[in-house]
């Protein structure tokens, strides 16, 4: 069973998720939509440096793609589904 949720309540589900791998739908850049296996990590930059922006200011989440094995941003804009902790949700 899919329940609906807003993207308020799917951002307060990743965070809570502790490490978690969930899945996530979203619309890329390009219009395209994809579908991504990740996990809440804490961030380790390479070079120590701080990053330039806080991601929450634009609505970011910073996680940790397990297919591709590095970091990317997730909008939560865009975000259209969320599989986490054994349930799926509808983002509207």
Known sequence: MTNTINRTKAKQLIKESKG???????????????????????????TGRAAPYKAEDFNLIPIYDMKAKGWRSLNINTLLTLNINANKYLIK
């Open 20 to 46: 978690l791998i969930f899945a996530a739908t979203f619309t890329k850049k390009d219009g395209s939509s994809r579908l991504m296996n990740a996990r809440l990590k804490k961030y380790i930059s390479k």
